[in-house]
């Protein structure tokens, strides 16, 4: 069984900086990816990385001003936001895809865990 848990959300103001991590607790590496949620809108992709290789994408919503980035030592996946904007705040939520991928997806119904999301609010 794998558990994600994020940790690193909070309030910044505009263009600022913020760090998410996510912890995944389980015994396998894994194709990863992190999705958000704005209050009244769907659930939307971030940014991917894949199991080993490091290869990741970005939305074109925050391609230039995020990073993911995938420490599998530590079983951690970040993401580095900068140069935020009110539109970026949300939910944020790290996903897993199931161990037999490599590949990172931007597509949430390709991922099979999940967790409980971190907050992000953005000031303007």
């Known amino acids: 069984q794998v558990q994600l848990v994020e940790s690193g959300g909070g309030l910044v103001q505009a263009g600022g900086s913020l760090k998410l991590s996510c912890t995944v607790a389980?015994?396998?590496?894994?194709?990863m990816a992190w999705f958000r949620r704005a209050p009244g809108k769907g659930r939307e992709a971030v940014a991917c990385i894949s199991r080993t290789s490091g290869v990741s994408r970005y939305s074109y919503a925050v391609k230039g001003r995020f990073t993911i980035a995938k420490d599998n030592t530590k079983n951690m996946l970040y993401l580095q936001m900068k140069s935020l904007k009110p539109e970026d705040s949300a939910m944020y939520y790290c996903?897993?895809?199931?161990?037999?991928?490599?590949?990172?997806?931007?597509?949430?119904?390709?991922?099979?865990?999940w967790g409980q999301g971190t907050r992000v609010t953005v000031s303007s």
């Open positions: 389980g015994s396998d590496n894994y194709a």
């Open positions: 996903a897993a895809r199931d161990h037999l991928y490599t590949a990172g997806s931007l597509d949430e119904n390709e991922h099979e865990h």
